[in-house]
């Protein structure tokens, strides 16, 4: 060959070469800040509020905010025309819809926070957008003090992505502050945990909310800016949809029915096996089409028959069907938290193309570590097991054999005292002054142990040994106690309650079902032929 020729085929490939190093090494980068961006927060420590200021110096008896107020928190102004409409209401568990009322209005938001952690709406914002803003959430809707679902929008009222707080650009965003947490930080310990096991937590930040009423802002109280479940790169991370195929990747919700969800009429649900609904949150309604619905439908309903069914050898396929592992991490997580609306309610699951089903993010632990509105929880007790999908995946010992592995090796890290309990107390020196400001903002509500307030959440009584029991709280270090003993009582007594578990089960799908069978085949391979040569 020409050595000119040889040359220019040599130099043709190095420039392929660097060509494809520097493609891959931008494609790292990407996929490198992608995850610091999505790791944001809950891999970095909650400074110190070290404020000496009185908590309440700056707000008057009508919870206005006076001229010098600064807080550690970010701030959240939130600036409406007119009234938040009751567009619906709850009673009896059913969803009531007020189909002449348009849930949204339109708005401005202001978010302030300084490089220096020292926040005033003096300063100038971080963001300021026009928005859409409704009320939020199931029975909380009717709670005094809202929650809010923000969708951004720019000045025509279209989509307007925005980085908020570092967690990552997107226009959708809940204010979360349930009512039904005293402590406010059951939701953030949660999802900060899960951040750390599970392939996707929501992300979330404190801050402190404001209403802007002409020149006054009126103080709302601490509240989690955080995600909301959706398919996007940096939430729930499955392929977009195409309207052309019949197939499509999707995300379901297992709930009660809602008339702003699709529903659908899923195996479980037709044959008895399920009272809740399955509800499509994506594809959103506008690519939902009746081919991609009635495939959602069947390929749901085939996992559920796999999992749900009485034949122990049609059973034993569910692995080629759903995401074990992460089936393993969300019992887990709800388990040690004692979230046990999980598996019945705000239940997420989704499924990428050709992948299978997989289960969360986990969601809604305001009324996790022993504060359900009616039950005590008994931290020497395991409830997950008793919720769909779950009650048939536990009579398998395999399964049940993988959850007392993961558990263990979770403990080390994450589900022991000395994390749990660092996190939790780094939280609360976050708070010192913004928790004061709450408590006094809702006191009408926090000290009120009538149980007569519609607005409210009040813990029922419950009897033991015939006496009845008060579970009211009017202290916010009480409070912070029950999580802890909670934790560590259900922490400490949870791998035993797993074994109990494991002794119960009926069906192993896992290769300890062969064994006998294993070890009968080494025993043919081996000793036929040493007989075989003994012959010879």
């Known amino acids: 060959m020409n050595p000119a020729i040889k040359r220019l085929i040599l130099c043709i490939l190095s420039v392929c070469i660097l060509v494809v190093g520097l493609t891959y090494v931008k494609f790292y980068q990407d996929i490198q800040n992608e995850k610091d961006t999505s790791s944001y927060l809950y891999y970095d420590t909650l400074p110190a509020d070290e404020s000496k200021t009185d908590p309440l110096a700056y707000l008057t008896k009508d919870f206005q905010m006076k001229e010098g107020f600064t807080s550690n928190l970010p701030l959240v102004v939130i600036q409406v025309e007119e009234e938040f409409p009751k567009y619906k209401s709850f ?124 020149d006054s802002y009126v103080y709302q109280g601490v509240y989690l800016m955080m995600d909301s479940v959706k398919q996007s790169k940096q939430r729930v991370n499955i392929d977009n949809c195409n309207v052309k195929n019949s197939y499509t990747s999707y995300l379901v919700r297992r709930d009660r029915f809602t008339n702003f969800d699709t529903m659908l009429d899923t195996y479980a649900r037709i044959h008895g096996l ?52 992460s089936f393993v991490d969300y019992f887990l997580i709800n388990e040690y938290f004692g979230n046990y609306d999980a598996g019945e309610h705000s239940t997420y699951m989704y499924k990428n193309q050709g992948e299978t089903l997989k289960i969360g993010p986990v969601w809604d632990f305001d009324q996790a570590m022993n504060n359900s509105v009616t039950d005590e929880a008994d931290p020497l007790t395991l409830a997950m097991q008793e919720k769909a999908f779950f009650k048939q995946l536990c009579q398998d010992s395999t399964f049940v054999d993988r959850l007392k592995t993961r558990y263990a090796s979770l403990q080390k890290d994450y589900l022991n005292d000395q994390y749990m309990f660092s996190m939790i107390d780094e939280t609360l020196q976050y708070l010192k002054s913004a928790r004061v400001r709450e408590w006094y903002r809702w006191a009408e509500n926090y000290y009120d142990s009538s149980g007569e307030n519609p607005g409210n959440y009040y813990l029922d009584n419950y009897v033991m040994n015939g006496e009845t029991i ?40 896992g290769m300890k079902g062969y064994t006998g069978l294993f070890l009968f085949v080494i025993g043919v391979l081996f000793f036929v032929p040493s007989i075989l040569i003994h012959r010879k």
């Open 470 to 509: 008060s579970r009211f709280n009017d202290n916010y270090d009480q409070e912070i106690y029950n999580i802890k003993v909670y934790l560590s009582k259900h922490g400490k007594n949870m791998q035993i309650l797993l074994t109990q578990l494991r002794d119960g089960t009926a069906i192993t799908t």
């Open 274 to 325: 399920d009272e809740e609904w399955i509800g499509v949150k994506y594809p959103p309604v506008k690519k939902q089409t009746e081919k991609n619905l009635s495939y959602i439908e069947r390929d749901f309903s085939l996992i559920e028959k796999v999992v749900y069914s009485e034949e122990e050898r049609v059973f034993k396929q569910y692995g080629k069907y759903i995401d074990t592992d």
């Open 91 to 214: 009673e009896n568990s059913q969803e009531i819809v007020y189909e002449d009322v348009k849930p949204w209005i339109e708005g401005t938001i202001s978010l302030y926070d300084n490089e220096n952690g020292m926040n005033s709406t003096s300063d100038k914002p971080v963001l300021t957008s026009f928005m859409k803003i409704k009320k939020r959430g199931h029975t909380s809707i009717s709670f005094d003090k809202a929650q809010y679902y923000i969708n951004l929008t720019d000045e025509n009222g279209e989509q307007n992505e925005q980085d908020v707080f570092g967690m990552g650009k997107d226009d959708a965003w809940i204010l979360n502050g349930s009512m039904a947490d005293k402590s406010m930080i059951r939701n953030y310990i949660a999802y900060r945990t899960a951040a750390h096991i599970m392939e996707y937590a929501p992300r979330s930040c404190f801050c402190e909310v404001f209403l802007k009423e002409n």
